[in-house]
């Protein structure tokens, strides 16, 4: 399903990404330098996917999922971009998050089909949200608006 990306209404890229079917594996390193890989999860894990960790809507992404884990510890909370580990560390510093933070070194947004192919985000990751059970991804949403929030319940309740 091919897609274009709009940033406050300007296209900005087309994307294809991967939306269902089996979850594309990847490894990446959390903030405290351990690996994390997702066929190595045993919970629904939620995954949050933002383009930079520096600006209001992805902040306000990252703080709502952050809330959601310290209350659901039967689900597996990823939030990834491709900041560097060094600025996710400060913002989460600052902001006082402990939810577990993914930098990106473009082999998840490659596998997904997530890295954004112009305008001023070029090279970032597309904000969407995905749900994988058992190795298959049971719920997806790719904004095509990326000043737009998720619609963090319907990704909550894929988690049951």
Request: aromatic residues 6%; glycine residues 6%.
């Amino acid at each position: 399903m091919t897609m274009n990306i709009t940033s406050h209404g300007e296209k900005i890229a087309t994307l294809n990404p991967t939306i269902s079917g089996d979850a594309p594996d990847f490894e990446l390193t959390d903030l405290k330098g351990n690996k994390i890989k997702l066929s190595k999860l045993e919970k629904p894990v939620l995954i949050s996917v933002f383009p930079d960790i520096n600006t209001r809507v992805c902040s306000l992404q990252t703080k709502h999922f952050n809330l959601e884990a310290a209350k659901h510890s039967e689900i597996d909370f990823l939030s990834i971009s491709n900041n560097t580990a060094d600025e996710q560390k400060n913002w989460c510093a600052a902001e006082g998050v402990d939810m577990t933070i993914l930098a990106d070194d473009g082999t998840f947004g490659k596998a997904y089909g997530l890295i954004l192919n112009g305008g001023p985000l070029e090279g970032r990751l597309a904000r969407s949200v995905f749900v994988v059970k058992n190795g298959q991804i049971v719920y997806s949403e790719v904004l095509s608006e990326l000043s737009d929030e998720p619609n963090y319940e319907k990704a909550l309740a894929a988690t049951k």
